[in-house]
T-cell receptor, first 113, second 113 residues
Framework: RKEVEQDPGPFNVPEGATVAFNCTYSNSASQSFFWYRQDCRKEPKLLMSVYSSGNEDGRFTAQLNRASQYISLLIRDSKLSDSATYLCVVKYAGGTSYGKLTFGQGTILTVHP | NAGVMQNPRHLVRRRGQEARLRCSPMKGHSHVYWYRQLPEEGLKFMVYLQKENIIDESGMPKERFSAEFPKEGPSILRIQQVVRGDSAAYFC???????????FGPGTRLTVL
């Protein structure tokens, strides 16, 4: 079983749609959670951190459920520029983790006119 | 204020040759992580280094791969006797001390013919 699992999609949605991505992680010692965005053939860039209380940044809302080991990202009012691969990322606690990030395989989103 | 620099951006090697990938972290950052992204897959951690020290190389193949981060100069990921399966995008990320966020470089795309 993969440490971080995402639905790879692809998700094809019209502009203005609301789309939700889900992610599960297997290691309960996970400490920090993030959503990154990766454009085609570019480096991943931090979209937002995910907190237990849930957090919002403009049109983006992230949720974390530690009991279910589940993370979500909601994008409202999709824009063409939101087209990208969205990566669910987990950082584990513990002395030997050293802050390394564990990535899901990514969910591809295409927003069309 | 330059970000993380990687060079070369594209590297083509024939099977059996050596590949050297360089990463210059952001100014003031002394922690470097290397990740590999195989085609159609998520990023996978390879190695974590601080100046002159390898802290965690648990994600790096035991043979042919090595990494260093000397006191002066960039971090180097070295792949000896490359094989077709080494073809991938190699990203490095840097961070400063205990700060959470890792900043990614643009990556080196290695193609082995």
């Amino acid at each position: 079983r993969k440490e971080v699992e995402q639905d790879p999609g692809p998700f094809n949605v019209p502009e203005g749609a609301t789309v939700a991505f889900n992610c599960t992680y297997s290691n309960s010692a996970s400490q920090s959670f993030f959503w990154y965005r990766q454009d085609c053939r570019k480096e991943p860039k931090l979209l937002m951190s995910v907190y237990s209380s849930g957090n919002e940044d403009g049109r983006f809302t992230a949720q974390l459920n530690r009991a279910s080991q589940y993370i979500s990202l909601l994008i409202r009012d999709s824009k063409l520029s939101d087209s990208a691969t969205y990566l669910c990322v987990v950082k584990y606690a513990g002395g030997t983790s050293y802050g390394k990030l564990t990535f899901g395989q990514g969910t591809i989103l295409t927003v069309h006119p | 204020n330059a970000g993380v620099m990687q060079n070369p951006r594209h590297l083509v090697r024939r099977r059996g040759q050596e590949a050297r990938l360089r990463c210059s972290p952001m100014k003031g950052h002394s922690h470097v992580y290397w990740y590999r992204q195989l085609p159609e897959e998520g990023l996978k951690f390879m190695v974590y280094l601080q100046k002159e020290n390898i802290i965690d190389e648990s994600g790096m193949p035991k043979e042919r791969f090595s990494a260093e981060f000397p006191k002066e100069g960039p971090s180097i990921l070295r792949i000896q006797q490359v094989v077709r399966g080494d073809s991938a995008a190699y990203f490095c990320a840097s961070k400063q001390g205990a700060v959470n966020e890792q900043f990614f470089g643009p990556g080196t795309r290695l193609t082995v013919l």
